[in-house]
């Protein structure tokens, strides 16, 4: 049974940080593209950071210089390290795994993040 698991997320001042951590199981993660994306009220859900299998990143531009992702495959986890948080931050984040050798995909169950004073 193939779980994602987010943890991390609470409610941070405006300017705080926070890091969020995924944690998989029962998947292959060495294979997977790993991913955090984000779903904020009456809003479609977007991609904030990937990382692929062999570390490359990209981040949509409103995070760019203030969150980074990572990965350690011997420990099944994805992290997304946000400083600087903005109130437009706030939104449920979910952890995301497409693998690469076909057309897998799985989400964890969403952690909620809220950026208020």
């Known amino acids: 049974q193939v779980q994602l698991v987010e943890s991390g997320g609470g409610l941070v001042q405006p300017g705080g940080s926070l890091r969020l951590s995924c944690a998989g199981s029962?998947?292959?993660?060495?294979?997977?593209?790993m991913g955090w994306y984000r779903q904020a009220p009456g809003k479609q859900r977007e991609m904030v950071a990937r990382i692929m299998v062999g570390s490359s990143t990209n981040y949509v531009d409103s995070v760019k210089g203030r969150f980074t992702i990572s990965r350690d495959n011997a420990k099944n986890t994805v992290y997304l390290q946000m400083n600087s948080l903005k109130p437009e931050d706030t939104a449920v984040y979910y952890c995301?795994?497409?693998?690469?050798?076909?057309?897998?995909?799985?989400w964890g169950q969403g952690t909620q993040v809220t950026v208020s004073s």
């Open positions: 029962g998947i292959r993660f060495n294979i997977y593209n």
């Open positions: 995301n795994a497409v693998s690469i050798l076909g057309s897998r995909e799985y």
